[in-house]
């Protein structure tokens, strides 16, 4: 079975642009959500999507964004980056609650 | 409200010493909880996690859990650890809505 495959994996942007990353989860999950980890303030939950629903979403400005298709293929958008957003972008998907499956991430460097 | 801490940010083990991460749980009900690595450059791996029945959980790459209700713990243990293991451990609990709510992680660094 193949994994969670996230692209691009390694992208740089500058402030102000806007950004779309994929995640394809494993077959037959139907969950999907997404991270944001820096080192400074650790793993932080960005949202959940569930079956094209948003089920559950951290506290990120609404300048995150995110959106789950019926193939439960997802994507997020940051919109008017900062310097800020710069970070590591975890996508995961799972079939039973709290059992993930994360892909390698989407390293996002801002200028 | 549901939490989950490592009281260690980081710790320091030689190299086929024993090793024991600790992690409280704060939820009301009967806890989903589980253990995840992450490998420096890596995305973060299932190690372990607990449902129900027996407390004591075997996963992979030679760690164990318990999980204790009394202390509301589930303390992740490896009886050697090799310098493969050096990494970040972070320790969560499936909180309400199937939210799953994360502790901040705990490194570990192994002496050669």
């Known amino acids: 079975k193949a994994g969670v495959t996230q692209t691009p994996r390694y992208l740089i942007k500058t402030r102000g642009q806007q950004v779309t990353l994929s995640c394809s989860p494993i077959?037959?999950?139907?969950?999907v959500s997404w991270y944001q980890q820096t080192p400074g303030q650790g793993l932080q939950f960005l949202f959940e999507y569930f079956s094209e629903t948003q089920r559950n979403k951290g506290n990120f400005p609404g300048r995150f964004s995110g959106r789950q298709f019926s193939n439960s293929r997802s994507e997020m958008n940051v919109s008017t980056l900062e310097l800020g957003d710069s970070a590591l972008y975890l996508c995961?998907?799972?079939?039973?609650?709290?059992?993930?499956?994360f892909g390698e991430g989407s390293r996002l460097t801002v200028l | 409200a549901q939490s989950v801490t490592q009281p260690d940010i980081h710790i320091t083990v030689s190299e086929g010493a024993s090793l024991e991460l600790r992690c409280n749980y704060s939820?009301?009900?009967?806890?989903?909880l589980f253990w995840y690595v992450q490998s420096p450059g890596q995305g973060l791996q299932l190690l372990l996690k607990?449902?129900?029945?027996d407390t004591l959980v075997q996963g992979i790459k030679g760690f164990e859990a318990e999980f204790k209700r009394s202390q509301s713990s589930f303390n992740l243990r490896k009886p050697s650890v090799h310098w493969s293991d050096a990494a970040e451990y972070f320790c969560?609990?499936?909180?309400?809505?199937?939210?799953?709510?994360w502790g901040a992680g705990t490194k570990l660094i192994i002496k050669p």
């Open positions: 607990y449902f129900s029945g």
């Open positions: 077959s037959g999950h139907r969950s």
């Open positions: 995961a998907s799972s079939l039973d609650p709290g059992e993930l499956f």
């Open positions: 939820y009301g009900a009967t806890p989903y």
């Open positions: 969560a609990v499936v909180g309400g809505n199937y939210q799953l709510i």
